[in-house]
Every structure is written in C-alpha cells, then in structure tokens.
C-alpha cells in the first residue's frame, strides 16, 4: 500500500503549484535560507577576512547542512504527530520547492503585454524575469529574454526539482532549493563575489549537471507533441549547448531554440555595458510574440511528461527492488 505514496505527493505538490501558484502572501522557506544565507556571509567574511573562498564553503555547508537537517526534523516531527499531517506537511515543503506556476505567470504577462501591443509594459515585465537592461528591447527583444528566462528556468525551477524530489523526497527538493538560492545569491563572477561565491556557483553546476541534460529530450517530445520540430532539438544542443558561459543553461536554452526554429543569446546590456555573447540556437527566426505562447505550451507539456515519466520510473524501480 505504501508504494507510490512518496511519488503521489510529488504529482500533488506539482500540480498544486501549477493551479496555485508562488504563495507570495504566506512564509516561504527560500526567504529564510536566503536570510540564513544573508547572516552567514556577513559573520563569515568577519571572522575569515582572509580567506573568502573557504569562507564561501562554510557558508554553502551550513545552509545546505542547516536545510537539510531542519527539513528532515519538521518532517519527522510531522509523521510523528499524524501520518495525515505528516503526508500534508510532505505535500506543502515540495509544493515550495516547484515553480512552474509563478514562471509561467511571469511569461504570460509579458506574452499579454506583447500582445496588445504595450511595447513599456512589456519591457517592465520582463524586466521581473531577467537581469539585463530592458529600456531600450523591441518586441523581439523582449520576447527573446522572456523565452530564455522560461527555457533556463525550466531547468532550474521545475524539472531539477523534481529529479530531486523523486529521488530523494522532500528533503532533497529542499536541498536542492537551498543550493540554487546560494548560487542566485553569491554566483557572480565580480569582485564580490569570485572567490567568496565559487562554492555555490560550483556546487549549482554540480546538481544541474544531469536534470539540464535529461530535460532535452522532454523538450524534444513536447515540441513535436505541439507540433514544432522536435528533430532540430538535438541538432541544436549538440552544436550550440557547450557555447553557453553555463556548463547548463546552454542546454534547455539550446533546445528551446531548436524547438522554436529562433536564435538566442547574442548581444544584451547590463548596468549600460554591452555584453556579445554566443548565438545558441540553430535556427534563424526571431523571437516574437507568438513565439513565446510556444515556449509556454513546449515549457508546459515537458514539465508534465518529466513529472510522469519520473514518478514512473522510481515507483517500477522500486517495485522491481523489492
């Protein structure tokens, strides 16, 4: 009877957070790990003036470890007050851990704005989505960055936790979160943050390593189900991934746009300083409004197909274990 619980509450978390949403008017962990985060840079970089790299490594060990441990205490703490509290508790941290809901709601408001043809509003919303400048994008830059937010964050919002969460439940989901949040916080390369910050950038490449490469094919699958060219997926990973600053992000970013049949990357500002980074992407079309509808359907069908596939595969390999 037991098999299947840990993968049910997953789908429930999932979709919980596809209906739902970001709970932004509710406490969030990732609020607190990047509070946590926040104290143990400042009483680190104190205490170990000279030496910021190992300073940056204890700081990743005591909010990975520190997650980890209270995870696993709440947790715990919940089955042991009642196996239904225990499940609700289960359901909730992973429902925290998802972000399919708030991404796509990001990307629809820009989607909408373009559509109407709100060329200031648009570029103030996608603005929310990415870190370059954004006064000056046409529609085509503005639906460009919005497609590459969804394409990277596709990884690191959905299908990496999930991969985490399947194999190693909501303790592992949370680990995972905690991790991706240090990277967001300290995974600079200025002056700040290069050495202080190398732990958690390395650490993130780590754990991004196999769910970036196993979201490709679910790209794949999901672009020929909405009928765009699942074929060029693959011949746009292989040629243009590895030309992405990420050892990652080249990934999805090169699969959506083999999907969408666009180029993405090339040249962006940020804080006024023009940046000309690799094309990724083998096709030749610019990104357009329409273009993004498609990366939310491609975006949306290949975190299903992930989320099935997985659940399935760890419950018949722990059916075949037993």
Avoid at 16 to 44: C, Q, W, Y
Avoid at 86 to 91: C, D, I, L
Avoid at 184 to 213: C, H, I, Q, T
Avoid at 224 to 245: E, I, K, M, P
Wanted: aromatic share 12%.
């Amino acid at each position: 009877m037991m098999i299947g619980i840990h993968e049910l509450h997953v789908c429930t978390a999932f979709f919980l957070d596809l209906f739902v949403g970001d709970p932004r008017n509710m406490p969030h962990p990732v609020r607190g790990i990047g509070f946590a985060a926040s104290k143990a840079e400042t009483f680190f970089r104190h205490s170990m003036a000279k030496n910021e790299k190992g300073a940056g490594i204890l700081t990743v060990v005591l909010v990975v470890g520190g997650t980890i441990g209270i995870s696993w205490t709440i947790l715990q703490l919940s089955f042991f007050i009642h196996p239904w509290f225990g499940a609700a508790v289960s359901v909730l941290m992973l429902y925290y851990c998802f972000a399919t809901g708030d991404l796509a709601a990001h990307a629809r408001a820009v989607y909408g704005a373009l559509h109407r043809g709100e060329l200031d509003s648009a570029r103030q919303k996608v603005g929310m989505m990415v870190g370059r400048d954004v006064d000056n994008l046409t529609e085509s830059g503005v639906a460009q960055a919005a497609v590459e937010s969804v394409a990277e964050n596709s990884v690191d919002g959905i299908t990496a936790p999930l991969f985490y969460a399947l194999l190693f439940g909501p303790v592992g989901a949370m680990a995972y979160k905690a991790i991706n949040t240090l990277d967001s916080m300290f995974g600079y390369k200025n002056e700040r943050y290069f050495s202080f910050g190398w732990a958690s950038a390395k650490l993130d490449d780590v754990v991004n390593y196999l769910p970036a490469r196993l979201t490709v094919p679910f790209i794949a699958v999901a672009a020929w189900l909405n009928r765009l060219d699942g074929g060029a997926v693959f011949s746009s990973v292989v040629r243009t991934a590895r030309l992405h600053a990420s050892p990652n992000a080249g990934y999805p970013e090169a699969a959506y746009g083999g999907a969408l049949g666009v180029r993405l990357g090339g040249p962006r500002t940020y804080g006024g300083k023009r940046k000309d980074l690799p094309c990724i992407g083998i096709g030749d079309g610019e990104c357009r409004c329409r273009t993004l509808q498609q990366a939310l359907r491609v975006m949306y069908t290949s975190a299903f197909l992930f989320m099935v596939f997985g659940a399935g595969f760890v419950f018949l390999g722990k059916m075949i274990w037993q």
